[in-house]
Structures are given as C-alpha cells and as structure tokens.
C-alpha cells in the first residue's frame, strides 16, 4: 500500500512538474477544468499500470500526447514527454523496490515552485 501511494505521489509530481502542460493548465487551454484534466491525466498514467504486465516509456509518452493534444490541443514536439515518462519508468522501479528518494525530490522541488 506505501509503495502504491508513493508511485502515485511520484506520477502526479513528474506530470506537476512537467513545464509544457504547467502551462496548458495555467493558460487554460484545455479550458476552465484544466486543472482536472491534469489530474485524470496522472489517473491515466497510473492505471497503464494496473492494467498491463509490462509498461515501458514509450507507453507512458504515446499516452501523454495523446492527452495533451485531445484535451488540451498542444502538440508537445520537444522531447518533455519522453523525459517525463522515462522519469514515471525510474519511479515506478524505485518505488517496487522500497526506495522514494526521486518521488521525495520532485516532491520537494514541487513544493518549492509552489512557494
């Protein structure tokens, strides 16, 4: 049960930290419940999990264009996406593992952009 909280802990902070959709949610682009979207969108990544044996990075990155162009009509053409589900990829790992220093670091740098 930890380790299921703190990998969605790390999910929701790698997509919260994630510059492209901080600001499609600022701007509002996927409109007044941006913010939720957001949220379905962490929900969706943690479900990938829950659904299939297997989830590598690609998986986790085709989801999260999908998401940003249908909800929020951005075409992410850097490569943040893969960055971040790389990221959701090391998390998910360390977490199976017993080991929440990368959840607890984006956690602390969330925070303190929050601040």
Not at 1 to 28: D, K
Not at 55 to 62: A, L, P, R, T, Y
Request: proline residues 2%; contains cysteine; hydrophobic residues 35%.
């Amino acid at each position: 049960p930890t380790q299921h909280a703190r990998f969605e802990l790390g999910v929701c902070m790698a997509i919260y930290n994630w510059e492209a959709l901080t600001v499609a949610v600022q701007s509002f682009w996927g409109g007044p419940d941006s913010e939720d979207k957001r949220d379905w969108m962490v929900g969706s990544i943690v479900e990938l999990y829950e659904q299939q044996q297997q989830v590598d990075s690609e998986d986790i990155e085709d989801r999260l264009l999908q998401i940003m162009e249908d909800e929020f009509e951005v075409a992410v053409e850097d490569d943040s996406a893969y960055d971040v589900a790389e990221k959701i990829v090391r998390i998910f790992g360390q977490c199976r593992e017993g080991d929440f220093s990368l959840v607890d670091s984006l956690y602390q740098k969330y925070q303190s952009k929050a601040n």
